[in-house]
Structures are given as C-alpha cells and as structure tokens.
C-alpha cells in the first residue's frame, strides 16, 4: 500500500489549511485511521485518529480546531485544521492503524508550516 499526503503549506496563525491522504488500496474502510505530525527531532506522534465505525479521537491541543474525515467512495483520509497555531507545525503523515500501530509503510508526508 502507498499512502500519498497533500495539501500542507504555509498557514497564518487562526488559519486553515486541509490536509488530504490517498491510499493506493481500499483500506480507510477497513482499518482506523490517523494522522500523525513529526517535528524535527522528535518522534512521530498521534494527532488525531478515526476508527471504521467513524468515531474520531484528538490529542490535547487540536480537539475542537483539528477534525478528521474519511470519504470512502474516494479512498481518502482528510484533517481540516483550523485556528491554526505555531504549535501545529510539522510534518504531517497519515496511516492505517491497528491499535496504537501503523499498519503501512509511511507516505513521504506533507508541511504544514505556521507563522505569520
């Protein structure tokens, strides 16, 4: 499976941006799926996740400006960011997770930068 992230950019904060993941297989049905944001020197870490039921989960700090959606008819995975902060930027990637665990190899990710 490859997984192919769009959409990330410069962003003022209080902006938006929406971050957009295509998956080369029918999985987002299938498995949950989450996005992840990676700064520079650190590890990867869970920003926001939905399950194939639809339920969405955030970390502290996005809930209520980030939200995740899948449309299946477009095997496509999507986080609108909004109200955007310094906080947010990173690398963004996303994955089918099983657990706490990614399931596919890594896309090559999209940047999101925040600033003024």
């Known amino acids: 499976v490859q997984l192919v992230e769009s959409g990330g950019g410069l962003a003022q904060p209080g902006g938006s941006l929406r971050l957009s993941c295509t998956a080369s297989?029918?999985?987002?049905?299938?498995?949950?799926t989450a996005w992840y944001r990676q700064v520079a020197g650190k590890q990867r870490e869970l920003v926001a996740r939905i399950t194939s039921g639809g339920t969405s989960e955030y970390v502290e700090g996005v809930e209520g400006r980030f939200t995740i959606s899948v449309d299946r008819a477009e095997n496509t995975v999507y986080l609108q960011m909004n109200n955007l902060k310094p906080e947010d930027a990173g690398v963004y990637y996303c994955?089918?997770?099983?657990?706490?665990?990614?399931?596919?190899?890594w896309g090559q990710g999209t940047q999101v930068t925040v600033a003024p």
């Open positions: 297989m029918i999985i987002f049905s299938v498995h949950d």
């Open positions: 994955n089918s997770i099983y657990g706490e665990t990614a399931i596919y190899d």
